[in-house]
């Protein structure tokens, strides 16, 4: 039986997970190749509905990376991110999925290998929960 | 650059002044002064002896005191210098001589070849994993090592690859030559060979920073000998995440994470046995944060930091001091240690130090910190040799009085450490204030040796049915290795909106570029997408490609399949060829729905307003006027000069009135300078460039409109009124500044005074007033020397904390000590406490304190007291930070946009602070902070319009319910509610674009542009479509 490769979405700020991501790339720091990447500006910019759609449309989870809380490049955009995830959360127990799926993390300019990890951890949560299924509602 | 083919050749020559300044030394402070040089309307060499700019900064794991990532916030820098068509970055050289004198010098450069041509090399890598030697990595301090041909480091600018011929067995004995035939684009070229480049600037700023203290040099530290002694930036390097050990705290010996470290303060500091008396004024500060971040990664790990005086003096530092402090299993002891021997089996280190004064301590450490001092060293004088300007005893640069970036040269500044031993934020401070000062000197010639690109017109695409273009850049073999770079660009072919897609080796390579134009061009390409490294570092360039061939600039998708596919993903070759696919997928898909943006610009009112006529606020309001724009000075006292009206002399002498006067009559005589006394704003509004002020003048409060493009902030700082030690209830207990004026105009006082005690941190450093007031210790020692100087038989007892002589004022401090001061620390918890008692009819002030190396009370019979009182912000600061809708910190001192490398800037745009509005400082820290003040405020001014972002928020009045979440959620108050009409409005002049409002908004009546929700499902379906 082949093993199951989960679909994950990745929310990237520009200026501190992207260029972590970046980090990790240059530095030669391998993982796992299930992750595809959306940059944005910022993680402020992430819409719960981003994360809801990305999991309609086929993904088995979603990470959302930002930077460090104080080191945001815009001030004080991923403390809304923080609030707009908690909710989401809430919401998605409500329906029955995993909270699991949606993960909310910080990953530096410095971090390659931080964000690598990341990934890989978050390959390895959604294989053991297996694909996302949506439920009828 | 040009080619390598001369070995000599000159750049720039004009007749007269020259509109062009060199910096020489490419550490955070040039790189800085670089930028605002640039942005002033210069042309700039950037000049660096090393193979990449950044400087010791780049090397640094975090920053104190808000442990911001060095490289995070310094990277864009980077980008910045290397994407700015007025600054060339010349590095691998040194000067070799000058000629000329300011306004037009003839600067000889010697620079190394690099055996890589410029022009060619991608920065790619190939040739390093092929590169058979193995040297010693010197960007992680010999830690790890990296192949003879190398990039600096992951983030180096310029990201091209250099051989260090030392040990490149070509060089050395023309054997190997294997990496030529791996670069596919011929960069490599062993014929290079040193050359010479004549360059004409105007004037010349100075920033070769500093060498950490070596020491080998003093045997008991064991360092190098022994495996688990490391120094301070050893231990960066150690912590940081692309360091040797990728960010895991281990020891060099085993890689063993370490139990308990300790941390050796002062090494090569404060020491006469090395000929480095001063204090090199950021070591406590940065074991500091090492102790906070070693915490961080193991919060079990103990922490011993042996130190003389904690000098925590600057902005944050005393609450980041306390906060470590407080950590437990962190000691913080007041003792020098040696290092005894290291234990053969686990080889650790015993140290052996002393406690409580007498009694001897041996402690067993699994590492060792060495909290090196900051040297200037040789390459720094041969430089000031060179440059014939002088140098302090110390192998600093000597400036003269009152204005610390100039050089005893004219026309030639200087910044960063090499002025003295500084931080971050006071060496970006100084940078700006070079950078102001070179353009003043040259400002006739602004604008004359600049270029600004012209591209042909844009062609107007809306309407067209998309046409994208696919490249896909295989990047040498670091994409084309991993990924099937055919199979991607045939998948590219089938997408939809999809004519033309090809493969690239070295897409960003200079013919690949012109044939990319061509095809855009040639195609009638509309939309394109680049599938190669990372848009942070490349979109600049690609963005210029679609200029060229008249398109928008943000009619371009970039997909990362290098950092984020073929590098990463090396071994699987399929999955990553799939995720390639993706990838370029969804930048197509998004691609399909771009629109053209514009930036939105506006027009500039040419003249600042500056709040606070003290010497901060008259030194920005010199520097812009001298320089053509017009000033609005307000200060709400009678009279111009602040709290240095009651200060005679600095502490190295210096007559700090006649600086004032001088600088009162220049202001006064300067037309372009409107001065009004007794003047406060009630009134503000607008934003960057255009700001509109109501001021009410005088007694009579004349209320008059100001219009304004910029404002500086320059409010001063007060000294406080002691509550404690018999302050205003006896005359003979004074504050410094009482006793300014003591030794100014009565001396007789001192007559009867036998016996003086300064008290030190009187309202500083505790519940109240928990920061340092930065100046106090320096000013008792001025006046305990001065004291000396009347009447040399008085005894002096300096009560204290810590005394913070930082700097080179740790000279005075020594001083002071020599010629009879008696020194006595203190506990916050056991303070001094002041008796009047009457003895053989003679009133004294008995002061107790505890000794602290006897224990026992020591009782001292004074005839006078001075308080070292705390300096703290005016109660004004409230009204007008929310008048002006800018922060105060915790302690109601203004607070910048950012700690470290934004300074003297708020983070609304157009306003800017200076002096001690920021915190408590020195004379000399507050005029370096006004120039760069003024020299931040003048790049905007010199423009002929401000441009906001093109990629803004933008409402949809439709949609907007007028709810204010959006106006709540702006960092940078850019929304407002349009009260009348009950919708959100942005204003694009203060947008910055992050999206935060657009993720906000319930009824999803906010466009963000360049990432709409549209462009951003669209990548999401793209991306799961497979």
């Known amino acids: ?137 | 650059m040009p080619n390598t083919d001369h070995d000599s050749e000159t750049l720039v020559q004009t007749e007269g002044k020259v509109g062009a300044v060199m910096v020489l030394g490419a550490g955070v402070s040039g790189i800085q002064a670089a930028l605002d040089v640039a942005y002033s309307g210069f042309r700039v060499y950037l000049v660096d002896k090393g193979p990449a700019i950044g400087g010791k900064m780049s090397q640094l794991d975090k920053t104190f005191p808000t442990n911001d990532c060095s490289m995070c916030i310094l990277s864009p820098k980077f980008i910045e210098c290397s994407t700015n068509p007025n600054i060339s970055i010349i590095t691998s050289a040194k000067i070799d001589g000058i000629e000329g004198e300011a306004g037009d010098f003839t600067v000889t450069l010697l620079q190394r070849p690099r055996y890589v041509d410029e022009e060619k090399c991608t920065g790619c890598g190939t040739c390093a994993e092929y590169c058979p030697v193995n040297i010693l990595d010197t960007y992680n301090e010999a830690l790890a090592k990296l192949k003879c041909i190398h990039i600096p480091f992951p983030q180096a600018v310029p990201a091209i690859s250099v051989i260090d011929p030392t040990q490149c067995l070509f060089a050395l004995r023309k054997i190997c030559q294997i990496c030529v035939p791996t670069c596919k684009n011929k960069a490599i070229d062993f014929h290079q060979r040193e050359r010479k480049l004549d360059i004409h600037v105007g004037s010349i700023i100075v920033a070769p920073g500093y060498e950490p203290f070596d020491p080998q040099r003093q045997s008991q530290y064991g360092y190098r000998r022994l495996r688990n002694v490391v120094t301070s930036l050893e231990f960066e390097r150690i912590l940081s995440a692309s360091g040797p050990y990728q960010g895991e705290l281990v020891r060099p010996s085993d890689g063993k994470p370490p139990q308990k470290i300790a941390w050796i303060q002062c090494v090569g500091s404060r020491d006469t046995t090395v000929d480095n008396t001063y204090c090199s004024a950021v070591c406590c500060m940065y074991a500091t944060k090492q102790v906070i971040l070693s915490k961080e990664h193991d919060p079990n790990l103990e922490a011993v930091i042996l130190h003389n005086d904690i000098r925590a003096y600057g902005k944050g530092f005393e609450r980041y001091y306390e906060r470590a402090k407080k950590m437990p299993g962190v000691r913080y002891i007041w003792s020098k240690a040696s290092i005894v021997k290291e234990r053969p089996d686990s080889r650790n280190v015993v140290l052996r130090y002393r406690i409580n004064g007498t009694e001897v301590k041996e402690e067993e450490f699994d590492l060792v910190v060495l909290s090196v001092g900051l040297n200037s060293n040789e390459g720094n004088r041969e430089l000031a040799e060179k440059l014939s300007i002088k140098t302090n005893d110390h192998g600093f640069c000597e400036s003269p009085k009152f204005s610390p970036i100039e050089t005893s040269r004219r026309g030639i500044f200087s910044c960063g450490v090499f002025h003295a031993p500084m931080d971050i934020p006071d060496s970006v401070t100084m940078a700006s204030g070079a950078a102001s000062l070179a353009s003043q000197l040259l400002c006739e010639q602004r604008g004359t040796l600049v270029e600004e690109k012209v591209y042909p017109e844009e062609r107007d695409v809306r309407g067209e049915p998309p046409r994208v273009g696919v490249f896909v850049c295989d990047c040498g073999t670091n994409v084309a290795r991993v990924v099937g770079v055919p199979k991607v660009v045939e998948h590219a072919r089938g997408l939809n909106g999809v004519v033309h897609a090809v493969e690239e080796t070295f897409a960003c390579s200079v013919d690949a570029i012109a044939h990319m134009v061509e095809t855009i061009k040639e195609k009638s390409l509309n939309r394109v997408v680049v599938a190669a490294c990372t848009p942070r570092t490349h979109e600049p360039v690609f963005q210029d490609v679609l200029r060229k061939a008249a398109l928008n600039p943000y009619l371009l998708e970039f997909a990362n399949i290098r950092e984020h596919c073929s590098l990463v993903h090396m071994g699987e070759k399929k999955e990553a060829t799939e995720k390639a696919k993706d990838l370029v997928r969804m930048s197509v898909t998004k691609a399909l729905l771009l629109e053209p943006l514009y930036r939105v610009s506006y027009n500039v009112t040419r003249a600042a307003l500056i709040i606070g006529g003290g010497i901060a606020g008259m030194v920005s309001s010199l520097v812009l006027a001298r320089q053509g724009i017009k000033v609005y000075l307000i200060e709400k006292a009678k009279e111009l000069g602040g709290l240095a009206r009651k200060i005679s002399k600095t502490l190295e002498g210096e007559d700090i009135q006649d600086f004032l006067n001088d600088l009162i009559r220049e202001v006064n005589e300067n037309p372009l300078i409107q001065v009004h006394t007794e003047t406060e704003v009630v009134n503000f509004s607008g934003y960057v460039g255009n700001f509109s002020s109501k001021v009410k003048i005088g007694k009579e409060g004349i209320i008059k409109d100001i219009e304004h493009g910029v404002t500086i902030v320059a409010t001063g700082a007060e000294e406080s009124k002691p509550k404690e030690y018999l302050y205003g209830e006896d005359a003979r207990v004074m504050t410094l500044l009482d006793l300014d004026e003591v030794i100014e105009k009565d001396v007789d006082r001192f007559k009867d005074c036998n016996t003086m005690v300064f008290i030190q941190c009187v309202g500083s450093r505790n519940e109240e007033h928990p920061y340092c007031s930065r100046v106090c210790c320096s000013h008792s020692i001025k006046n305990a020397l001065k004291l000396k100087e009347i009447k040399p038989e008085v005894d002096i007892y300096i009560l204290y904390r810590d005394m913070r002589t930082y700097g080179f004022r740790e000279d005075y401090y020594k001083k002071a000590a020599d010629q009879g001061v008696i020194f006595i620390r203190y506990d916050v918890d056991d303070k001094p406490d002041i008796q009047t008692v009457e003895e053989s009819g003679k009133s004294l002030l008995r002061v107790t304190v505890t000794e602290p190396i006897l224990g026992q009370r020591l009782m001292i019979d004074a005839d006078m007291i001075c308080l070292a009182a705390a300096t703290v912000p005016p109660a004004k600061n409230r009204s007008l930070s929310q008048m002006l809708k800018v922060p105060l910190n915790e302690d109601d001192f203004f607070l910048e946009a950012h700690m470290k490398l934004r300074p003297v800037d708020f983070a609304t745009d157009g306003i800017f602070m200076c002096g001690t509005a920021h915190s408590p400082k020195f004379i000399d820290e507050s005029v370096a902070q006004a120039q760069a003040a003024a020299s931040k405020a003048f790049t905007l001014l010199i423009r002929t319009a401000i441009e906001g972002e093109a990629s803004v928020a933008e409402v949809n009045e439709l949609f907007c319910s007028g709810c204010r979440v959006c106006e709540l959620t702006c960092p940078y108050g850019a929304i407002s509610l349009e009260a009348d009409r009950g919708v959100a409005v942005v204003n694009k002049a203060l947008c910055k674009g992050c999206g935060t409002c657009v993720g906000a908004c319930p009824s999803g009546a906010i466009l963000g542009k360049y990432f709409s929700t549209e462009q951003i499902l669209a990548e999401i379906t793209a991306a799961l479509a497979a």
């Open chain 1, 1 to 137: 039986m082949t093993r199951f490769e989960p679909k994950i979405v990745v929310f990237l700020c520009n200026w501190c997970s992207y260029a972590g991501a970046d980090l990790a790339g240059t530095s030669r720091i391998q993982y796992a190749p299930n992750a595809r990447a959306i940059r944005l500006m910022c993680s402020g910019r992430v819409e719960p509905y981003f994360i809801l759609e990305a999991l309609h449309k086929g993904a088995d989870g979603v990470l959302v990376l930002g930077c460090h809380p104080g080191e945001c490049h815009y001030l004080e955009g991923n403390y809304r991110t923080v609030g707009r995830m908690a909710l989401l959360k809430k919401v998605l127990s409500q329906f029955g999925i995993e909270k699991e799926r949606v993960r909310l993390d910080w990953v530096s300019a410095s971090e390659g290998a931080r964000f690598a990890t990341i990934v890989n951890e978050m390959t390895e949560t959604i294989r053991t929960l297996g694909p996302f299924e949506e439920k009828d509602a």
